[in-house]
């Protein structure tokens, strides 16, 4: 069954960008103090929180300054399929 997702990739984005935003609210960090925490221009990070636009390299810096690291290392890593065709590809590529 496929699983439908209802949001565009904008969408998506700004919602990570909001909860980025009340995470750094939440331990009363100012933007610019956790851009320079991060090492990331502080342009980088307001225009983040406006549009959900950053590059993965910044988003990283930011989730590790943050202490949320783990949501980047864990993204991907459980094991949807979506057919019976991808579980024998992976078990051919691992053999």
């Known amino acids: 069954m496929e699983n439908y997702i209802w949001e565009t990739p904008t969408e998506i ?17 100012t933007q610019k103090e956790l851009a320079m925490r991060a090492n990331v221009s502080y342009g980088t990070l307001k225009k983040f929180e406006q549009t959900g636009d950053i590059s993965l390299k910044a ?37």
């Open 13 to 29: 984005d700004k919602e990570l960008a909001l909860r980025v935003k009340r995470i750094r609210k939440r331990k009363k960090i």
């Open 59 to 95: 988003l990283t810096k930011i989730a590790l300054e943050l202490g949320v690291i783990d949501e980047i290392k864990g993204l991907f890593n459980r094991t949807v399929y979506s057919s019976l065709e991808e579980v024998v590809n992976e078990k051919q590529q691992n053999s």
